[in-house]
């Protein structure tokens, strides 16, 4: 009965030492990171990026939830600019994305705010390549203490695929509103 005991304790001794050293052994940020080239130049992607009231014409989280209401603070573009949310629906919630730089024609970073959930930001990078602009959209959130680490792995999965429909839209957007260019 002591050799079993014993057998148990070091067990559970020894989850408990891979469980946290494992977690240190995690980035603590979070990252997810998608790419698209859209057949435009920076700049006819800029003026829709920079402005969180057409956010909506390419989010890839609009469809959620038909009834969600929006506010908007700050000026048109650039920093300062604040949209807000509110809905009923979980998977969508409450919170605020605020425009915290702006460069134009190259990048614009946004704070995320989901309340209880924490803080994360969100960059959109733009870069001119042959055939029109790729652009980099990448999502970080630190990761503090061992369970957050460990879900943070999943942030990938959660998030990519979101980020990839938000750039297709994107993409379908500005290329119906610009002409192609030359690269």
Same mark, same amino acid.
């Given at each position: ?5 014993? +057998?148990?304790?070091?067990?559970? #001794?020894?989850?408990? #030492? ?11 940020? /979070?990252?997810? &990171? ?12 800029? /003026? #829709?990026? /920079?402005?969180?009231?057409? $956010? ?10 038909? =009834?969600?209401?929006?506010?908007? &603070? =700050? ?25 915290? %730089? ?5 990048? #614009?970073?946004? &704070?995320?705010? $989901?309340? %209880? ?13 042959? +055939? ?6 990448? $999502? ?14 999943? $942030?990938?999965?959660?998030?990519? +695929? ?15 509103? /610009?002409?192609?260019?030359? +690269?």
């Amino acid at each position: 009965m002591k050799r079993l005991l014993k +057998g148990i304790i070091l067990t559970l #001794v020894a989850l408990v #030492v891979v469980v946290v050293g494992g977690a240190y052994l995690i980035p603590p940020v /979070a990252v997810v &990171e998608r790419t698209t080239v859209i057949a435009a130049s920076p700049d006819k992607v800029y /003026a #829709v990026i /920079a402005s969180m009231k057409r $956010f909506n014409e390419w989010s890839p989280w609009t469809d959620l939830d038909p =009834g969600l209401t929006y506010t908007f &603070e =700050g000026p048109e573009q650039g920093p300062g600019q604040k949209m807000s949310w509110k809905s009923g629906n979980p998977q969508v919630g409450s919170g605020s994305v605020t425009i915290t %730089e702006a460069v134009p024609n190259e990048k #614009v970073t946004t &704070e995320l705010d $989901f309340g %209880e959930m924490g803080k994360s930001q969100s960059v959109l990078t733009l870069s001119t390549v042959s +055939g029109g602009t790729l652009v980099k959209w990448v $999502f970080s959130a630190e990761s503090n203490g061992i369970l957050n680490r460990w879900v943070s792995l999943m $942030f990938d999965s959660w998030i990519g +695929g979101d980020y990839v429909k938000g750039l297709a839209r994107l993409k379908a957007l500005v290329e119906s509103d /610009a002409p192609a260019t030359d +690269g």
